[in-house]
């Protein structure tokens, strides 16, 4: 039935189909290599951000076992606080910010969701 309709070919006839520019290709491929050069510099630069926090955790450890008790005086009175007192909510915290990298690292991944970070 459509191949006999006479109008409808000629609708389709005179129909012009949409040509592309000549350097549309090119430009597609210089955006794609734009892209993926960017990508490649921000993997990059997180696993710089992650080294450097590791760094500076250890190193943070490291100075932080090496202090001796810490003697306060307080109206007369010295008082001695013991490192480890010290220790208990920099351990607490340090495990808060643990999972927020972890949940980070699994959301770069795409297993996790961003909605609790």
Partial sequence: ??????NLRSILLEKETPTLNPDFEDKMMLKIHQHV?????NKKNVLLIYLFFALGLVLG???SFSLENITIPFRGIMININR?????PL????LFLFEKVYKTI??????EEIFEI
Avoid: P, T, Y
């Fill in 1 to 6: 039935m459509i191949k006999n309709d006479d």
């Fill in 61 to 63: 450890f490291f100075g």
């Fill in 37 to 41: 050069s960017v990508k490649e510099r």
């Fill in 106 to 111: 699994l959301f770069q991944k795409g297993k």
């Fill in 84 to 88: 480890l007192v010290l220790f208990i």
């Fill in 91 to 94: 351990i607490i915290g340090l």
